[in-house]
């Protein structure tokens, strides 16, 4: 069950890293209209935004129900095995993910106002900062995973 | 009657509660993953195994963001181009990381 759970975790949050990172490379329009990184960037950012709502409390949600098991059958093992620097990242990584949940109503209410060009800088940087937490958690989760396995 | 909740407000009010109930170290509650209890936190159980803090964390900064978003006026929230929207959650995962140091000592 565990398993499952870290394993529709670690997908949900491939999806939230692809429509978090079309949405920032839609603010830097890349190479030319028909260059690869031109047809990347080439898409409507607002249409993400419900998507990633959805995806990124999908994905708290799953870490919530994921976190005692690593508080038991992972922490205390990397504790026994003095790996306090992987101990830290996770706490980064918990509490990146509970700063950018508080993060995401003005996420949506600045994408609400996409038209509003005095809001333009504060709305590519809060999407930028909701990305870079992202992938740090998914980097982070995934170098965790691969010091500790699934057994 | 028009709703006065203010989502810049509630994410603005999170992201200060969140720093200060950290640093302070005052989630409003425990929970002890071996035994699957919760506690409040000023009440602790007597627990054989950790305590767990990060969900009284959310919860706390939930609560205290809630009121201040009925309070707050949108419009204090994206003044000045709405600068404290980014530089708020920025300056909290920047104390989160600072005071986090001493695992990677």
């Given at each position: 069950m565990?398993?499952?759970?870290?394993i529709?975790?670690?997908?949900?949050?491939?999806?939230?890293?692809g429509?978090?990172?079309?949405?920032?490379?839609?603010?830097?329009?890349?190479?030319?209209?028909?260059?690869?990184?031109?047809?990347?960037?080439?898409?409507?950012?607002?249409?993400?935004?419900?998507?990633?709502?959805?995806?990124?409390?999908?994905?708290?949600?799953?870490?919530?129900?994921?976190?005692?098991?690593?508080?038991?059958?992972?922490?205390?093992?990397?504790?026994?095995?003095?790996?306090?620097?992987?101990?830290?990242?996770?706490?980064?990584?918990?509490?990146?993910?509970?700063?950018?949940?508080?993060?995401?109503?003005?996420?949506?209410?600045?994408?609400?106002?996409?038209?509003?060009a005095?809001?333009?800088?504060?709305?590519?940087?809060?999407?930028?900062?909701?990305?870079?937490?992202?992938?740090?958690?998914?980097?982070?989760?995934?170098?965790?995973?691969?010091?500790?396995?699934?057994? | 009657?028009?709703?006065?909740?203010s989502p810049?407000?509630?994410?603005?009010?999170?992201?200060?509660?969140?720093?200060?109930?950290?640093?302070?170290?005052?989630?409003?509650?425990?929970y002890?993953?071996?035994?699957?209890?919760?506690?409040?936190?000023?009440?602790?159980?007597?627990?054989?195994?950790?305590?767990?803090?990060?969900?009284?964390?959310?919860?706390?900064?939930?609560?205290?963001?809630?009121?201040?978003?009925?309070?707050?006026p949108?419009?204090?929230?994206?003044?000045?181009?709405?600068?404290f929207?980014?530089?708020?959650?920025?300056?909290?995962?920047?104390?989160?990381?600072?005071?986090?140091?001493?695992?990677f000592?």
């Amino acid at each position: 069950m565990i398993v499952t759970l870290l394993i529709v975790h670690g997908l949900v949050g491939v999806a939230l890293l692809g429509a978090l990172t079309h949405q920032c490379a839609s603010f830097v329009r890349a190479g030319t209209r028909n260059s690869f990184a031109g047809r990347y960037a080439a898409v409507a950012p607002r249409g993400f935004v419900a998507a990633v709502v959805f995806l990124y409390v999908a994905e708290i949600a799953t870490a919530a129900l994921l976190y005692p098991s690593y508080r038991l059958d992972v922490r205390v093992p990397f504790e026994e095995m003095s790996l306090g620097w992987a101990v830290g990242l996770f706490e980064l990584k918990e509490h990146a993910g509970g700063i950018a949940l508080g993060m995401l109503p003005a996420y949506a209410f600045l994408w609400s106002r996409a038209d509003d060009a005095t809001l333009q800088r504060a709305r590519s940087l809060v999407t930028i900062l909701l990305a870079a937490v992202v992938w740090f958690d998914f980097l982070v989760g995934h170098v965790l995973n691969n010091i500790r396995g699934l057994g | 009657m028009t709703s006065r909740f203010s989502p810049a407000a509630f994410s603005l009010a999170y992201c200060v509660a969140y720093a200060l109930v950290f640093v302070l170290d005052a989630p409003i509650f425990l929970y002890y993953p071996l035994e699957g209890v919760f506690a409040w936190a000023w009440s602790p159980y007597a627990s054989a195994g950790p305590a767990m803090a990060w969900y009284g964390l959310v919860v706390a900064a939930a609560a205290i963001a809630l009121p201040a978003a009925c309070l707050v006026p949108q419009r204090l929230i994206i003044a000045r181009r709405g600068i404290f929207l980014w530089f708020t959650p920025l300056a909290v995962l920047a104390i989160c990381a600072w005071r986090l140091r001493f695992f990677f000592a």
